[in-house]
């Protein structure tokens, strides 16, 4: 399984799009381990949306869609009602 997903940086007001294998380590890395990037910049971070898919392929596809400026709207949508 593959996970897309949402980040928020309330801190920052920030959001961050991606995909995973394994949602539960990629979180730990964004909030913890990381040691450079952009989500080291913004932590903390909270998972505010994800969606899985079976396949890699579906996976990208959706996280492209999620990085338009719709799909950022869309995020935008989800955070603005938390």
């Not at 309330?10 to 991606?18: L, P, R, V």
């Not at 079976?54 to 999620?66: D, I």
Request: no cysteine; hydrophobic share 35%; proline share 1%.
């Amino acid at each position: 399984m593959f996970t897309v997903y949402a980040l928020y940086s309330q801190k920052f007001n920030k959001i961050y799009i991606g995909y995973t294998s394994d949602i539960k380590s990629r979180l730990e890395s964004h909030n913890v381990y990381a040691k450079k990037g952009y989500t080291l910049k913004y932590r903390p971070w909270k998972l505010v949306y994800s969606e899985e898919y079976s396949t890699k392929k579906e996976a990208l596809v959706r996280e492209k869609q999620l990085k338009s400026a719709k799909g950022r709207e869309f995020i935008w949508n989800i955070v603005n009602n938390l």
